[in-house]
């Protein structure tokens, strides 16, 4: 397998324009997390969803942003309109449960950089 | 709710020298435990966990870490430092009964000198 596949690598937009950061899990993982990193707060858990259902978007930090998983091998997580504040490198991670003793497998992340 | 706590956002160690990062966690019961390595650009990636059974774990790339129950800590260590191992290192925990969601701490940033 590939691993998990994020696009862009990438992205540098202004502000107010809508962002939209893709990513394809590992075949046969139920579980998908969307991560958000910077230097002040770390690595923050924006939402994940299980069996392609969305279980707690409680790390959403707004309404501008959204997450969606029409599929078991498609997530998406938009940002509408995005700010400045919104630039950090966003990683999607997918896993296999198995009662919590599994490994969350990394994508490499996009660079979301908002002028 | 479980927590982890990285002493140190930088630890900095000569080439050859032993490598030390610490982790503590707080949670109801022993969790799951885990270490994962970032190097520059990169997504994370796993070097190692304790599920259960031996509570010294070897992983990948000479790093190994000890589960100590009494001290609720899961310490990473490697006795001899590489310049490659200069990356940033994450201590994470998962709830064994729980919502199984892997929570991570701040993170340390490993810098090797030549």
């Known amino acids: 397998d590939a691993g998990v596949i994020q696009s862009p690598r990438h992205e540098v937009t202004e502000m107010g324009q809508e962002v939209t950061l893709r990513c394809k899990p590992i075949s046969g993982h139920d579980y998908l997390f969307w991560y958000r990193q910077t230097m002040m707060r770390g690595l923050e858990l924006l939402i994940y969803?299980?069996?392609?259902?969305?279980?707690?978007d409680s790390g959403m930090p707004e309404d501008r942003f959204s997450a969606k998983m029409p599929n078991a091998s498609f997530s998406t997580l938009k940002i509408q309109p995005s700010e400045p504040r919104d630039s950090a490198v966003y990683f999607c991670?997918?896993?296999?449960?198995?009662?919590?003793?599994?490994?969350?497998?990394f994508g490499q992340g996009t660079r979301l950089t908002v002028v | 709710a479980q927590s982890v706590t990285q002493l140190g956002s930088h630890v900095s160690v000569s080439e050859g020298a032993l490598v030390l990062l610490r982790c503590n966690y707080s949670?109801?019961?022993?969790?799951?435990l885990f270490w994962y390595v970032q190097y520059p650009n990169q997504g994370l990636q796993l070097l190692l966990k304790?599920?259960?059974?031996?509570?010294l774990v070897k992983g990948i790339n000479g790093f190994e870490a000890e589960f100590k129950k009494s001290e609720t800590s899961f310490h990473l260590t490697k006795p001899s430092a590489h310049m490659s191992d200069a990356a940033e290192y994450f201590c994470?925990?998962?709830?064994?009964?729980?919502?199984?969601?892997?929570?991570f701490g701040r993170g340390t940033s490993l810098i090797v000198h030549p």
């Open positions: 994470a925990v998962s709830d064994r009964g729980g919502s199984y969601i892997p929570t």
């Open positions: 304790y599920t259960t059974g031996a509570t």
């Open positions: 991670a997918s896993s296999l449960s198995g009662g919590g003793n599994t490994e969350a497998f």
């Open positions: 969803f299980n069996n392609n259902v969305p279980i707690d």
């Open positions: 949670s109801s019961v022993p969790p799951y």
